[in-house]
């Protein structure tokens, strides 16, 4: 680490925060769309509209089989040509594959 110039640590801090900020991103617009959805007097989860998508099969209703679920180096890989080790997609039992769950909020009021 003798040889660094300035221009490479400066390269390596700015990939850091590019870094930091695509993991914060997420959690960053639902901070502000929750707050969004209270200032306009809506559920602060759902807008609602009463229901969620499923978190464990994401809003599409199966899951994808097999022993582990790699699902997205699976998906980076055939994009690069590659086949998969994709398993079968068996029905999600969450949310009995319709891909979407009640609020757990606003769905019990009256």
């Known amino acids: 680490m003798e040889n660094i110039t300035a ?5 390596f801090g700015v990939g850091t925060l590019l870094l930091c900020a695509t993991i914060a991103a997420p959690k960053v617009d639902a901070f502000i769309s929750a707050s969004q959805r209270s200032s306009l007097g809506m559920c602060k989860r759902c807008g609602d509209l009463r229901m969620i998508p499923c978190t464990r099969c994401k ?3 199966s899951v994808k089989g097999g022993l582990f679920n790699f699902g997205f180096v699976d998906d980076i ?3 690069f040509g590659g086949s998969g080790m994709k398993g079968k997609s068996i029905s999600c039992t969450q949310c009995q594959a319709r891909g979407h769950m009640p609020c757990p909020i606003c769905s019990n009021l009256p």
């Not at 221009?7 to 390269?11: R, T």
């Open 7 to 11: 221009s490479e640590l400066a390269g």
């Open 59 to 61: 809003g599409v209703g």
């Open 77 to 79: 890989f055939q994009q």
